[in-house]
């Protein structure tokens, strides 16, 4: 055993698994202790294997090299720690390719928008250890092969109480070790992802529903309110489901969109307005159907929803 490498699968090297996933491999490919996978399809992957990942950051340009890149996750074998950051409507079938490689030493971290796909992970993989998580970060890819990083605050939040202390701490090792910006939470984690949630979820269903940018939607006074209405129904179904956000939660999220540039929008309505997938079902479907559950009523979502079912 004692020879055995920590192996590192990096899932998806887009925006968040381009920068994450470059970070672990500038400071962690090619030391013997460690093995770091890319896994990454088409021309992109070509271009990493080919040339490396180029990671274009505020202060620098970075060329890394992973161990591996690969498209065919089935062939990898055991991992010890899978950092999930696709889309969250391919999560299910890439997980599923997965399987042969998860066991109950495997931690799996996803870093995905919203929290159904955590909760999807833990009753799919109930041996495996599942991390809360979430980023903070404003990146995409910029051609096959480059990820782009805009601006320099970026942020990680992850943990899981529940989980071995040992595993959390060497995870914790690892990302201050490879220079990741990351908040490690001992207690209420899944609050704080929610956190996130409770802004995005909002922002990325309006502004799908109206093809306006934030900055807009705060000038017109209607469409303030329903924001603003969709942050609270959102709090509700949190609270049903006994996850306790900060009091001031609407009030804050607010705060931020004021400060957002005029023009911004969300990845969703971008998808939406390219005629692309979307993840609808996993930032507005599931406060609907979660609100259902819990017997909350949340009028605006369920009318937003329905009508971007209809686009």
């Known amino acids: 055993m004692e020879n055995q490498k920590y192996r590192i699968a990096v899932v998806g090297i887009g925006g968040v698994g381009g920068y994450y996933g470059g970070r672990l491999a500038q400071r962690f490919a090619g030391d013997d202790k460690y093995e770091i996978i890319f896994v990454a399809r088409g021309a992109h992957k070509e271009k990493i294997e080919q040339e490396g990942l180029k990671l274009e950051l505020e202060q620098e340009t970075l060329t890394v090299l992973p161990d591996v890149v690969t498209d065919k996750p089935g062939e990898l074998g055991q991992l010890d720690l899978i ?96 220079g990741i910006n990351h908040e490690y939470y001992e207690q209420e984690v899944e609050a704080k992802v929610w956190e996130k949630f409770s802004f995005i979820s909002p922002v990325a269903s309006l502004t799908s529903l109206t093809h306006q940018s934030m900055g807009r939607i705060m000038e017109q006074e209607p469409l303030r309110q329903q924001l603003q209405q969709l942050m609270q129904e959102l709090v509700q179904v949190a609270k049903a489901k006994g996850i306790h956000l900060p009091q001031d939660m609407v009030a804050r999220n607010l705060a931020v969109v004021e400060k957002l540039p005029q ?36 009028p605006i979502y369920e009318q937003v929803y329905r009508e971007l079912k209809g686009l």
């Open 83 to 178: 950092l999930f950051c696709v889309k969250s409507y391919s999560l299910e079938q890439v997980a599923e390719q997965f399987a042969p490689s998860i066991t109950s030493e495997t931690m799996i971290l996803p870093l995905l928008n919203g929290v159904e796909s955590i909760e999807y992970l833990q009753r799919r993989f109930p041996e495996a250890q599942v991390l809360w998580g979430c980023v903070y970060i404003i990146s995409s890819i910029k051609a096959p092969g480059v990820v782009q990083v805009q601006g320099k605050y970026n942020r990680l939040v992850w943990g899981n109480p529940k989980l071995p202390q040992d595993k959390l701490q060497h995870i914790k090792w690892l990302f201050d070790d490879a």
């Open 263 to 298: 023009g911004a929008t969300s990845s969703m309505e971008r998808d939406f307005a390219d005629g692309n997938r979307t993840e609808l079902e996993n930032l507005t479907g599931y406060i609907v159907r979660e609100a259902e559950k819990y017997r909350v009523e949340v």
